[in-house]
């Protein structure tokens, strides 16, 4: 199996950034594509950003504002978040689609980690 965690979320201020980490750990596996998704209480879980061999792409209520990185050698992906806002605040989670010794691909999840912007 392969194993995903998140790192990097916290309380910012707004218009503040925030770097968010996602590692992705196991034996024998090689990333496809990572996204990241959020969301906020009450609220549907929402992609953010997501990027594969197509390329980045990202929610409009965030482009121009994040920036979303995957490093194949070292199994870990970045999203630079700038110029932040309340409605920012959730909870982030990290998608990783994965194969396993040339097995078939399958999505990952982490468990999530906070983003809390407010003054």
């Known amino acids: 199996q392969v194993h995903v965690v998140e790192s990097g979320g916290g309380l910012v201020q707004p218009g503040g950034s925030l770097r968010l980490s996602c590692a992705a750990s196991g034996s024998a596996f090689t990333i496809k594509a990572m996204g990241w998704y959020r969301q906020a209480p009450g609220k549907e879980r929402e992609l953010v950003a997501s990027i594969s061999i197509g390329g980045p792409n990202y929610a409009d209520s965030v482009k121009g504002r994040f920036t979303i990185s995957l490093d194949n050698g070292k199994n870990m992906g970045n999203l630079q978040m700038l110029s932040l806002e309340p409605e920012d605040t959730a909870v982030y989670y990290c998608?990783?689609?994965?194969?396993?010794?040339?097995?078939?691909?399958?999505?990952?999840w982490g468990r999530g980690t906070q983003v809390t912007v407010s003054s």
């Open positions: 998608n990783v689609i994965a194969a396993i010794a040339s097995g078939p691909n399958v999505r990952y």
